[in-house]
């Protein structure tokens, strides 16, 4: 069954770093997510990306985040300094179309910031 | 704005036991509702799904059906099995647009032996 694969699976950073998240969607899809998870807490909603621009972003998803389509296959996000705040799981998610229709997660990328 | 209420846990049963875990929602139109499941150490896994009112979802022996008058999507299975225990998220889409997800806090169940 095809799958959202993620890298790293754990990344630790120092606070101020830039950290860059990856993932590889379902090859089909055409719709785009990053989610994140603070220990203990609900899924949180960051951003998502259509037609290589971002669709709709939350309160969370600020100036220190970016996402990016660099190539066919690949869709990052990019945290630019980040915080002690920022430790989470980040789970990136693809769907195929718009109403109804799954969305697939990835296994997520643990970020543990120091 | 949107929001799903999950039954607080963690949630334990012995093994065979019945299990519900209730979900209700608050949504603009008519969502799709859904249970996703992450096992310890996993991300998230969808495990059952319902796009329109009546509508049951059903995987693994899990069952939830979607019951637009008391807006409500709780989560049920006949005979648990210890490979169950697992922290459920009940979520919601709104069919308007690429919306996200709309997930509850989680359900941590632990099924005993």
């Known amino acids: 069954e095809p799958e959202v694969t993620q890298t790293p699976s754990h990344q630790v950073t120092q606070m101020g770093q830039e950290v860059i998240l990856r993932c590889v969607p379902i090859s089909n899809h055409l719709y785009f997510y990053w989610y994140r998870q603070i220990l203990g807490q609900k899924v949180e909603f960051l951003v998502s990306f259509y037609n290589n621009e971002i669709s709709e972003k939350s309160e969370i998803f600020d100036d220190q985040f970016s996402v990016e389509r660099p190539d066919g296959s690949n869709f990052t996000l990019k945290i630019r300094s980040t915080k002690l705040e920022d430790s989470a799981m980040y789970f990136c998610?693809?769907?195929?179309?718009?109403?109804?229709?799954?969305?697939?997660f990835g296994e997520g990328s643990w970020l543990t910031v120091v | 704005g949107d929001s799903v209420t999950q039954m607080e846990g963690p949630v334990t049963l012995s093994e065979e036991a019945f299990l519900t875990i209730n979900c209700t929602y608050t949504a603009t139109g008519y969502p799709s509702l859904f249970w996703y499941v992450q096992y310890p150490g996993e991300g998230l896994q969808l495990l059952l799904k319902a796009t329109k009112a009546d509508d049951k979802g059903s995987n693994k022996g899990f069952e939830a059906t979607y019951r637009k008058e008391t807006t409500s999507f709780h989560l049920e299975k006949g005979s648990v099995q210890v490979s169950d225990s697992a922290v459920y998220f009940c979520a919601l889409r709104t069919n308007s647009g690429n919306t996200p997800l709309v997930f509850g806090k989680g359900t941590r169940l632990s099924v005993i032996a």
């Open positions: 998610a693809s769907s195929e179309d718009l109403f109804g229709n799954t969305i697939y």
